[in-house]
């Protein structure tokens, strides 16, 4: 499909920096969050926490509790056991998939620290929370499966009744499935005559840490029982909600007020939102539960965590020949709703923008006594991007040749799109040589490299160090059949609805439901430039199931290209509806009129009707063509036929201290091609934010577990989030190669940065000390971790972060190192396995 941009219309709305229409509401505070809601008669929940990993439940004991002042009462798994249902895995990446049950209250076990046990009931939140702690719990401890590798080994079982922690395997071998060849045998002339790479990373497990914490208001004293929650998907917690519950969905009603930040973490049907669902109907009154911020970092969803084994082999020129995965991820306890299958949306990217000849993805998905992990910004593409961004470096530094060379030798050509991939996916269009070129040029490339030797030469303690990451995407999720032939449990269509007003003003209804990114802003605007109207005469409604009927949410960077289009193509069946009746009050044939900035004219002539007079004529009825409903509204679906695929040119410089490890970022420079972009100020905003999240596991983020499973970072104090003072100014600069699967020309933007400023961080700071030795520092890259990876590799004492032995450890041909998570409550100075197996 050819998209063509009118200039006219980019002149309009379509590429114009508006402030967001959201911002005056939210920044002055005069927006209602689910915590600020209060219904008549509402009573308040507290949650009891499991302390322990693993653990039998021998006894609770209630008795104070409930006899504390106002508490209503407090209930046990044992008590809703009958009707609480399970949390649903809409994901199952293969046929035998192991998936635990998980009630959303325990009921005679605990399988991580920070499950709920019991949950009170009070008439304030401040009284619910002070009787939860006099709820007695008996425990009897059992072992718990903290460490991945051993887990994956079945040391300890996190859930004994099933017999193994191995949750689902699954392959793609590009041999097998006809888009490549053998990588195998690729590897093996490699090994004869050519290069073979062979490295383990780490994911670190990481925590969404979003803005406002997680809340649930049900009020079940209307005709319909009605949820508010601080969620990413209204409509698919609507659905769940009824389906495991067994509530008639049409009694249902899920709206998400203002959400304050996601990434990922409300893409989720939590235990809360079910409990409070039962509870609600159990006392026919009013409940709500708002976690707390600790709550909120040990028991919401965590992301990442994943050991990668790569192995690539190449000519001696440095041709990329084949790629190999082998990829262990922990789900935690718990398959959640769709954690089983982020792994799986890694599996298409690892090949990134290069000409593979031949890959390889093998995932095993590993159940731990840990919190539940799932979608985090990016889910499974940043894993990837980081995997290959990494190694592209390494085949650089084995042939002694510049990072961005090397990638110029083996990425796709602007002249071969469109391209399919050797793991079997199309890349519609981009032009990876622009993006690079604009790149460098900002960056200041080729002096910063001579900044560089010159600091080598002089054995300066500050060393420089480039980070290069070219990166794709695979977003917009997604295309409906290639979901359902990974055997996802939804679709990936979007809905749309607009309402032409008798007074010329606009309401479009959207399925796609905001958490912070500019819908109402961005959808006016393509809707002002494609009906005419003025931009301040368009109101964007979402997030209310019984205001928009029907919809997917929000996640996956598929708002616009998927959200939007559907947005596009409502108005064009206004357009369409609004023809004959132009027609008919121009007394003109309707082949004869043109349609142009709002107004139909007879062509060739000045008479013409605008969208507002035919509004008005519409409503009033009196002068209607026969045969033709007096209504202007109109509703569409759009299912994309393929993913989009953004990419970009990031580069980052860094200075290390060797003598304190110490990093501090000098600059960063971006280049994305995102297609046709409908708002500069927004897309911008978009790639900040996801820069930051990126660079922070590079740095700074890591939820770290002790040797008991309790999770040791469960505050800011020890969980550290970047502040402003942090970061530094990013440039961020575009290419434009308009997406051809959509008529917007668009491609996601919201998981861009994220993906690709990890590894271009942690590139820049091996980079500044590779030539003393390091090859690999273990994510985040603190003041510790890089100090010991110069001491080891220069040979002055000291392990665990680079150098000789740790690339003997990472090129170990089976997960099978005792190197278990950091167990300390120091997050920097208690990493001790930073080497895959390497002790300090």
């Given at each position: 499909?050819?998209?063509?941009v009118?200039?006219?219309?980019q002149?309009?709305?379509?590429?114009?920096?508006?402030?967001?229409?959201?911002?005056?509401?939210?920044?002055?505070?005069?927006?209602?969050?689910?915590?600020?809601?209060?219904?008549?008669?509402?009573?308040?929940?507290?949650?009891?926490?499991?302390?322990?990993a693993?653990?039998?439940?021998?006894?609770?004991?209630?008795?104070?509790?409930?006899?504390?002042?106002?508490?209503?009462?407090?209930?046990?798994?044992?008590?809703?056991?009958?009707?609480?249902?399970?949390?649903?895995?809409?994901?199952?990446i293969?046929?035998?998939?192991?998936?635990?049950?998980?009630?959303?209250?325990?009921?005679?076990?605990?399988?991580?620290?920070?499950?709920?046990?019991?949950?009170?009931?009070?008439?304030?939140?401040?009284?619910?929370?002070?009787?939860?702690?006099?709820?007695?719990?008996d425990?009897?401890?059992?072992?718990?499966?903290?460490?991945?590798?051993?887990?994956?080994?079945?040391?300890?079982?996190?859930?004994?009744?099933?017999?193994?922690?191995?949750?689902?395997?699954?392959?793609?071998?590009?041999?097998?499935?006809?888009?490549?060849?053998?990588?195998?045998?690729?590897?093996?002339?490699?090994?004869?005559?050519?290069?073979?790479?062979?490295?383990?990373?780490?994911?670190q497990?990481?925590?969404?840490?979003?803005?406002?914490?997680?809340?649930?208001?049900?009020?079940?004293?209307?005709?319909?029982?009605?949820?508010?929650?601080?969620?990413?998907i209204?409509h698919?917690?609507?659905?769940?909600?009824?389906?495991?519950?067994?509530?008639?969905?049409?009694?249902?009603?899920?709206?998400?007020?203002?959400?304050?930040?996601?990434?990922?973490?409300?893409?989720?049907?939590?235990?809360?939102?079910?409990?409070?669902?039962?509870?609600?109907?159990?006392?026919?009154?009013?409940?709500k539960?708002?976690?707390?911020?600790?709550?909120?970092?040990?028991?919401?969803?965590?992301g990442?965590?994943?050991?990668q084994?790569?192995?690539?082999?190449a000519?001696?020129?440095?041709?990329?020949?084949?790629?190999?995965?082998?990829?262990?991820?922990?789900?935690?306890?718990?398959?959640?709703?769709?954690?089983?299958?982020?792994?799986?949306?890694?599996?298409?990217?690892?090949?990134?923008?290069?000409?593979?000849?031949?890959?390889?993805?093998n995932?095993?998905?590993?159940?731990?006594?840990?919190?539940?992990?799932?979608?985090?910004?990016?889910?499974?593409?940043?894993?990837?991007?980081?995997?290959?961004?990494?190694?592209?470096?390494?085949l650089?530094?084995?042939?002694?040749?510049?990072?961005?060379?090397?990638?110029?030798?083996?990425?796709?050509?602007?002249?071969?799109?469109p391209?399919?991939?050797?793991?079997g996916?199309?890349?519609?269009?981009?032009?990876?040589?622009?993006?690079?070129?604009?790149?460098?040029?900002?960056?200041?490339?080729?002096?910063?490299?001579?900044?560089?030797?010159?600091?080598?030469?002089?054995?300066?303690?500050?060393?420089?160090?480039?980070?290069?990451?070219?990166?794709?995407?695979?977003?917009?999720?997604?295309?409906?059949?290639?979901?359902?032939?990974?055997?996802?449990?939804?679709?990936?269509?979007?809905?749309?609805?607009?309402?032409?007003?008798?007074?010329g003003?606009?309401?479009?209804?959207t399925g796609?439901?905001?958490?912070?990114?500019?819908?109402?802003?961005?959808?006016?605007?393509?809707?002002?430039?494609?009906l005419?109207?003025?931009?301040?005469?368009?109101?964007?409604?979402?997030?209310?199931?019984?205001?928009a009927?029907?919809?997917?949410?929000?996640?996956?960077?598929?708002?616009?290209?998927?959200?939007?289009?559907?947005?596009?193509?409502?108005?064009?069946?206004?357009?369409?509806?609004?023809?004959?009746?132009?027609?008919?009050?121009?007394?003109?044939?309707?082949?004869?009129?043109?349609?142009?900035?709002?107004?139909?004219?007879?062509?060739?002539?000045?008479?013409?009707?605008?969208?507002?007079?035919?509004?008005l004529?519409?409503?009033?009825?009196?002068?209607?063509?026969?045969?033709v409903?007096?209504?202007?509204?109109?509703?569409?679906?759009?299912?994309?036929?393929?993913?989009?695929?953004?990419?970009?040119?990031?580069?980052?410089?860094?200075?290390?201290?060797?003598?304190?490890?110490?990093v501090?970022?000098?600059?960063?420079?971006?280049?994305?091609?995102?297609?046709?972009i409908?708002?500069?100020?927004?897309?911008?905003?978009?790639?900040?934010?996801?820069?930051?999240?990126?660079?922070?596991?590079?740095?700074?983020?890591?939820?770290?577990h002790?040797?008991?499973?309790?999770?040791?970072?469960?505050?800011?104090?020890d969980?550290?989030?970047?502040?402003?003072?942090?970061?530094?100014?990013?440039?961020?600069?575009?290419?434009?190669?308009?997406c051809?699967?959509?008529?917007?020309?668009?491609?996601?933007?919201?998981?861009?940065?994220?993906?690709?400023?990890t590894?271009?961080?942690?590139?820049?700071?091996?980079?500044?000390?590779?030539?003393?030795?390091?090859?690999?520092?273990?994510?985040?890259?603190?003041?510790e971790?890089?100090?010991?990876?110069?001491?080891?590799?220069?040979?002055?004492?000291?392990?665990?972060?680079?150098?000789?032995?740790?690339?003997?450890?990472?090129?170990?041909?089976?997960?099978?190192?005792?190197?278990?998570?950091?167990?300390?409550?120091?997050?920097?100075?208690?990493?001790?396995?930073?080497?895959?197996?390497?002790?300090?």
């Open positions: 499909m050819q998209v063509s009118d200039t006219d219309q002149s309009k709305e379509i590429g114009r920096e508006r402030r967001r229409k959201e911002d005056e509401r939210l920044i002055t505070g005069r927006t209602k969050w689910t915590d600020n809601l209060t219904v008549r008669g509402m009573l308040h929940l507290a949650m009891v926490r499991s302390p322990f693993h653990a039998k439940i021998t006894n609770i004991n209630t008795e104070d509790a409930k006899a504390a002042p106002n508490v209503i009462g407090v209930i046990t798994g044992a008590d809703i056991a009958d009707e609480q249902g399970a949390l649903p895995n809409a994901w199952p293969a046929p035998d998939q192991k998936t635990p049950a998980h009630p959303p209250v325990a009921v005679d076990r605990v399988t991580f620290a920070g499950e709920i046990v019991a949950v009170v009931i009070a008439r304030s939140a401040a009284e619910a929370r002070d009787a939860a702690e006099l709820v007695d719990v425990y009897e401890e059992l072992p718990a499966a903290l460490d991945l590798k051993e887990a994956a080994a079945d040391k300890v079982l996190a859930h004994p009744d099933l017999g193994t922690n191995k949750s689902a395997f699954w392959k793609f071998d590009s041999a097998e499935a006809g888009t490549g060849g053998d990588v195998e045998r690729a590897i093996a002339e490699a090994r004869d005559g050519g290069i073979v790479i062979e490295r383990e990373y780490r994911q497990r990481l925590i969404p840490a979003f803005m406002e914490p997680r809340s649930v208001l049900v009020d079940p004293t209307g005709e319909q029982i009605t949820m508010w929650s601080a969620t990413q209204p698919i917690l609507r659905f769940l909600l009824a389906a495991v519950l067994g509530v008639p969905e049409s009694k249902v009603r899920v709206i998400a007020p203002d959400v304050g930040g996601g990434f990922g973490g409300k893409l989720q049907t939590t235990p809360e939102e079910f409990i409070a669902m039962v509870l609600a109907r159990r006392l026919a009154k009013p409940v539960y708002t976690e707390t911020r600790s709550e909120s970092l040990m028991a919401a969803h965590h990442r965590d994943q050991w084994k790569l192995t690539l082999s000519t001696k020129e440095g041709r990329v020949t084949g790629m190999k995965v082998e990829l262990l991820a922990d789900l935690g306890s718990y398959v959640s709703l769709v954690g089983g299958g982020v792994p799986v949306l890694g599996a298409f990217m690892f090949n990134a923008i290069y000409k593979f000849p031949a890959y390889q993805f995932c095993q998905t590993v159940l731990t006594n840990k919190t539940w992990t799932d979608a985090y910004r990016g889910a499974g593409r940043p894993e990837a991007t980081f995997g290959i961004e990494r190694m592209m470096d390494e650089a530094a084995e042939l002694g040749e510049d990072p961005l060379v090397v990638r110029e030798r083996n990425w796709i050509t602007h002249e071969e799109f391209f399919t991939t050797v793991a996916l199309e890349y519609d269009s981009g032009n990876y040589e622009a993006a690079t070129a604009k790149a460098k040029e900002s960056f200041g490339y080729d002096e910063l490299r001579a900044e560089q030797q010159r600091r080598r030469e002089s054995n300066d303690p500050v060393q420089l160090g480039i980070g290069v990451s070219t990166f794709t995407e695979m977003c917009g999720l997604a295309p409906s059949r290639v979901l359902g032939s990974l055997s996802y449990g939804a679709g990936g269509w979007e809905h749309a609805s607009i309402r032409m007003l008798p007074t003003k606009v309401e479009v209804v796609a439901s905001a958490h912070g990114q500019g819908h109402e802003t961005a959808f006016s605007q393509i809707v002002a430039d494609r005419g109207v003025p931009f301040e005469d368009i109101e964007i409604l979402h997030g209310d199931t019984q205001i009927h029907k919809g997917l949410d929000t996640y996956g960077s598929r708002s616009l290209v998927v959200g939007g289009e559907a947005v596009v193509k409502a108005a064009d069946k206004v357009i369409g509806k609004a023809r004959p009746i132009a027609a008919h009050l121009l007394e003109a044939n309707a082949e004869d009129l043109e349609f142009a900035a709002g107004k139909f004219s007879v062509k060739g002539t000045d008479k013409g009707v605008s969208m507002p007079e035919i509004a004529a519409t409503f009033a009825a009196h002068n209607l063509p026969d045969g409903e007096a209504s202007l509204d109109s509703d569409a679906t759009f299912d994309p036929v393929n993913f989009n695929f953004p990419h970009g040119t990031h580069l980052c410089a860094v200075e290390v201290d060797t003598e304190t490890g110490q501090r970022m000098r600059k960063y420079v971006c280049c994305d091609d995102i297609g046709i409908i708002n500069p100020l927004i897309a911008e905003g978009q790639v900040h934010g996801g820069l930051v999240q990126g660079i922070a596991q590079a740095l700074w983020e890591e939820a770290v002790d040797e008991s499973g309790t999770l040791v970072s469960a505050s800011f104090v969980y550290l989030l970047p502040t402003s003072a942090d970061t530094i100014s990013f440039t961020v600069e575009h290419t434009t190669s308009p051809t699967t959509n008529s917007l020309g668009a491609k996601g933007v919201g998981e861009a940065g994220t993906i690709a400023s590894p271009a961080v942690v590139n820049a700071v091996v980079d500044a000390v590779r030539h003393l030795g390091v090859d690999d520092i273990q994510m985040p890259c603190t003041p971790r890089v100090w010991k990876a110069v001491r080891a590799a220069t040979g002055q004492g000291g392990a665990g972060g680079g150098g000789k032995d740790q690339t003997e450890a990472a090129a170990a041909p089976h997960f099978d190192q005792a190197t278990g998570d950091q167990g300390t409550a120091d997050r920097t100075a208690g990493a001790d396995d930073q080497g895959e197996g390497v002790q300090a």
